[in-house]
């Protein structure tokens, strides 16, 4: 009998070996959720010339936006937010 230790953020792969499960990116898009505050942010930059008025129009600050956006680019496995809006827009969420 063995006896798998639990790792957060890792699996079992078919041979008994951890490995990390597989993340959504180009790929893999049918399970990146944004939250309602996400899209309303990638919806201001949008419509937006800046970042700052962006952040102006919600009355948050610039770092907010900015780390909003790398995070939603990161779920995605993208380096444009413009990558983000546009899947964002082919998936209806905007």
Same mark, same amino acid.
Do not use: C
């Given at each position: 009998m063995s006896i798998k230790k639990t790792v957060p953020n890792f699996e079992y792969n078919n041979e008994g070996k951890m490995s990390k499960p597989e993340q959504p990116g180009p790929g893999n898009k049918e399970n990146v959720y944004f939250t309602k505050r996400q899209l309303a942010i990638l919806r201001s930059w949008a419509d937006s010339p800046t970042i700052a008025s962006a952040a102006? &129009?919600?009355?948050?600050?610039?770092?907010t936006v900015q780390t909003i956006l790398k995070r939603m680019r990161k779920k995605?496995? #993208?380096? &444009?937010?413009?990558? #983000?809006?546009?899947?964002? #827009?082919?998936?209806?969420?905007?």
């Amino acid at each position: 009998m063995s006896i798998k230790k639990t790792v957060p953020n890792f699996e079992y792969n078919n041979e008994g070996k951890m490995s990390k499960p597989e993340q959504p990116g180009p790929g893999n898009k049918e399970n990146v959720y944004f939250t309602k505050r996400q899209l309303a942010i990638l919806r201001s930059w949008a419509d937006s010339p800046t970042i700052a008025s962006a952040a102006e &129009r919600l009355h948050i600050s610039e770092h907010t936006v900015q780390t909003i956006l790398k995070r939603m680019r990161k779920k995605l496995d #993208v380096s &444009r937010t413009f990558d #983000v809006y546009k899947y964002a #827009v082919e998936e209806e969420l905007l």
